[in-house]
C-alpha cells in the first residue's frame, strides 16, 4: 500500500507543469540569463524531459508495484536524465561549471553500488531481482560513459546572443543531470532489492508424526471424549483426538474453525444405544455415519462454515443435520427429507417430524410436507424451552409448555387442540419432561425433583404410577 501511494505521488508531481520556480533554479544554477529570445528554448527543454518522464514513469509505475519493488519508480525518474542525454549534442564548456563535482558523485555512487552488489550475489546469490538490477546498472553505467564523452565537446566560437548562450547552460544542466541520474540508478539498485532482509534462522523443533493413518473401529461406544490440544499443537499427542472408549479414533476430525471465531471441536455425537456415531470425517471433510458394519456417507465435502449439528432421534434410527435448514435421514433405508428454514429437529418416527423455524413450530409428515403449525412463544427469556412429542402413529402432537408446565394435546390432522391440562405432582414435585407414549398407549412423564416416571390422562391431566 506505501509502494502504491509513492507511484501515485511520484506521477503527480511528474505531471507538474513547467513553472516559473523551476526557470528561476535553473537560471541560478547554470548562470544563464532568461531572456525573451532565450525562454522559449529554454521552456521547450523542461517541456521536453517532462513528457519523457511521464512516458516512462508510465511504464515503471505498474512494474514497480505488480513487483513490489521501488528500484522502479527511481529508474522511471531519472531515466531521462541518462538515455535522453545519450542522445544529446549540446556543447559544454569545460572549467565553467561542476561537472567534476558531479563526475565524482556518480563514481562515488558507481563504486558504492559495485561493492553492494558484489556482497549480495556471493553471500544471499543469485536472484531475478538482483541480476535484474545488476543488468539495468551495467547498462546505466554505459550510458553515463557515453554521455559524458558526448557532452565534453568545445563550443564553436563566436557565440554570444542569448540563443547561443543558452546552449552550453542546457548542456551544463544535463550533464548535472545525467550524474546524479546515474548515481541515483545505480545506488537505488543496489540498496532496494525486494528482500533484501537476511531471515532468521528457526529454532530446531522435531518434525511432528502426522495424522495416523489407520481407522479405529468399534462395537459399542461406552464412553468418548473431545480434544484437549491445542488445534495446531503438539501433533504427535493422543490428545489432539476424539477418543472413543478410552483410544484414539483418527477418522474423526478433532477441530472446526468457525469465520470470526475460535476453532473448536467438530461434530461428534453417539446413538443413545451407543452402537453408531455421527462424525466430520478428517480426510474427506464429509458427514459420516458409522456402525460395527461399516461407514455411510451423510453429505458431501463440507467447508468448516457449513458443517451442520448432528443428532439421534426416533428410537436410534434417524438422524437430523442442521445448519440453514434440516436434513433428516433414516438410518435404515437411507431416505432423506429436506427441511428448509429448520432450526432445530426435536422429534422424529415414523410418521413425520417436529422442527422449530425462527417463528413457527411445524409438524411435518414423513415426506417433510407440512401437517400443521403454530406460532414459537417464549414467556420469559428464563422459562424453559418447550418441549414436544408426537406421537408413533401421527395422530396426536403434545406441547408442555416450559413457563407454565401446562400439556396441550392439538390433533395434527385438524390443528385443533384437543385438551389443555397442568398436572399436579405429589409435594412440591413438577413436571420435567414428556416420555412419550407407552406400549399401551398413554402419556409417560417424569417428575423433576423424584425422578419418577407416571402416566399422564392428556385429557383430565390425573397422574398415576403402575403397581408392581
Known sequence: MILWAAAVITLLVAAVPVTRERLTRFAALTGLSVTAANACQVIAHFARLRRRRLFDLTVAVPLACFTNDPFYLVLGWCAVSVFGDVRLSAPLLRGRDNANIYRQ???????????????????RGETTA???????VIVVAVAVSYGARKTSAVPAPGESDDVARA??????????????GGAAIVLSGALLTPGQSQPRELPEYSMPRPFSPERAAFTVVDEMAEPT????????DRCRYWLVNGEPFPQAAPYVIRKGGAPRAAPFVRRPDGKAVVY???ETRRMTYENARGIRRLTGGLPDSEVPTPTFAGQNRYVALVKD????IDAKSWATVRIPAAQKVHEMNGSGSVVTTASRILVLD?????RMSLPLKKVRDDAPDDTYNLRPDGRRFVVIRGHDMRVETFDPRTGKRMSSVTPTFPGDDFIDVGLGWSKEGTFLVRGYDSGRVYHLDLETGRLWRRKK
Open 105 to 123: 558523485a556518480w563514481l562515488l555512487g558507481l563504486g558504492g553500488a559495485v561493492l553492494v552488489m558484489g556482497y549480495l550475489l556471493t553471500t
Open 130 to 136: 538482483l541480476l535484474t538490477h545488476a543488468a539495468v
Open 167 to 180: 546552449e552550453p547552460a542546457i548542456g551544463r544542466w544535463s550533464a548535472r543531470n545525467l550524474y546524479l
Open 229 to 236: 490440544c491445542p488445534w495446531f499443537d503438539q501433533l504427535d
Open 280 to 282: 466430520l470425517d478428517r
Open 325 to 328: 435448514g434440516a436434513q433428516i
Open 366 to 370: 414423513r415426506r417433510g410436507r407440512r
